[in-house]
């Protein structure tokens, strides 16, 4: 029986419930397409690939939190504008032999659940459970920072931010939306768009920092040398 520290993603679409029997099968099978996609695509940083294991809930089984985070983020805009809801739990996992998440057991799994239930109950995107309550607290809140910015997009400041993400300036965004680099930058400034980004990318280094104190085993090189600086 191998047991170690990885971090679970526990994953669901949010307002399933409330759909109709036609649309959520059709969102069913959206999601599961995805989920296809994305295990395809991260394979490399993917420890026991997403599987469905419930309705429209599914889980995965990550090395480490930079990989959750990556993983996460690709999920949320390959399924928009379909909303899904996270929770990532850290800590030790039982494998018993299993190559599925659900298969598998232990206290990763448990966080994983107690967070999505805190996503849920808080309407956040995600949340976090760790064996340290004080990285709760600091990532949950600046993951409740987030949602409460983007709560607020429209489906044009979702795509305007992510074409952002990929291109890297306002001239490239602009020249793909035919409008003027001004227009796209008061549009990302006025929605704050750029605090986001900081934040993702704060976040994805501390994340980094945590990776290398929690799952040093599961550390390339590179890596180490950039969380020893």
Sequence with gaps: ???????????????????NNEFRYQT?????????????EFQDKIEAPFTITKGDEFQGLLPNLQSAFDVIRALERITFPV??????GVGEVLKM??????EMDGPAFHRANAALTQAKR?????????????????????????????????????RLYWNYLDLGTYR?????????????????????????KNAEENLKKYFQHLDYQWFPRHQDSSVNEVAER
């Design 122 to 158: 808080k309407k956040c995107w995600s949340c976090i459970a760790t064996p340290d309550e004080h990285v709760d607290l600091i990532v949950n809140t600046v993951l409740f920072l987030i949602q409460g910015i983007r709560s607020k997009w429209s489906e044009r400041h979702y």
């Design 28 to 40: 069913q099978l959206f999601i599961k397409s995805s989920i296809i996609q994305i295990n395809e």
């Design 172 to 196: 490239e965004v602009a020249e793909r939306e035919r409008v003027t680099p001004q227009a796209i930058g008061d549009i990302l400034k006025n929605c704050r768009a750029i605090e986001v």
């Design 97 to 102: 032999g299993g190559k599925l998440p659900i």
């Design 1 to 19: 029986m191998d047991s170690t520290f990885y971090t679970v993603v526990i994953g669901d679409v949010q307002g399933s419930k409330r759909l």
């Design 83 to 88: 909303q899904l809801r996270f929770g990532i």
